[in-house]
């Protein structure tokens, strides 16, 4: 069945540093692939998504392309902040509406100023 | 983006009683409701998928008895949850999609504690 592996963490770096959290799966077809993210206490929410290989999300200075050939989804930040500290899910839907996500095991990521 | 309430937040119950927590979609029509449990430090667990106006489809090992789903309209799911032992203590998290996007807009969850 489809599945998505994610790197171990915890990840902690200092403020400033460079991010990056490997994100691969295994799907049949062509999924959706997404990163939430969540802070402590709270559900999740989406941080990028790309539908089809090649596109590249991003939002709020974090960017990951949909890369076909590798079967990976890579999550990057160029220089995180404090306020990145949080457990970073990516996951993988079809294409219908009305599938749920599957996600990896989550990657907690901890920045210290 | 789409809204996704969930009610309470929090919540206490003593160990045999029933906990109802509501998912409401409050600016679109959530035809399918997924609903998660997550333990601490660890991924989502799909426990089911629920249909406006059908019944819902469990995952295996999940007790359908024990975890009553109702989707009644296109922007209310409930999950109770009955006769709570402590073990059911966990955080909740629905989720619902919007009927022509494959993008999930999650509630804030609900973290249950059975004493």
């Known amino acids: ?113 | 983006g789409a809204v996704v309430s969930q009610h309470p937040s929090r919540v206490i119950c003593k160990s045999g009683t029933s906990v109802k927590i509501e998912c409401r979609s409050l600016d679109f029509q959530a035809t399918t409701m997924f609903w998660y449990r997550q333990f601490p430090k660890q991924s989502l667990m799909l426990m089911a998928t629920s249909n406006e106006g059908s019944k819902a489809t469990y995952e295996q090992g999940v007790e359908k008895d024990k975890f009553l789903i109702n989707h009644a309209s296109l922007t209310l799911s409930t999950l109770t949850v009955t006769s709570a032992h402590p073990e059911d203590s966990s955080f909740y998290i629905c989720s619902a999609d919007k009927t022509v996007n494959t993008e999930a807009f999650f509630g804030q969850g609900t973290r249950l504690t059975v004493v």
């Open chain 1, 1 to 113: 069945g489809d599945s998505v592996t994610q790197m171990e963490g915890p990840v902690t770096l200092s403020e400033e540093a460079f991010l990056t959290i490997n994100c691969t799966y295994t799907a049949t077809g062509y999924p959706s692939l997404f990163w939430y993210v969540q802070y402590p206490g709270e559900g999740l929410q989406l941080l990028l998504k790309a539908t089809k290989a090649d596109d590249k999300g991003s939002n709020k200075g974090f960017e990951a392309t949909y890369r076909k050939e590798t079967t990976s989804f890579h999550l990057e930040k160029g220089s995180v902040q404090v306020s990145d500290s949080a457990v970073y899910f990516c996951a993988l839907t079809g294409r219908q509406a009305g599938t749920a996500l599957i996600f990896g095991k989550g990657t907690t990521l901890s920045v210290s100023s």
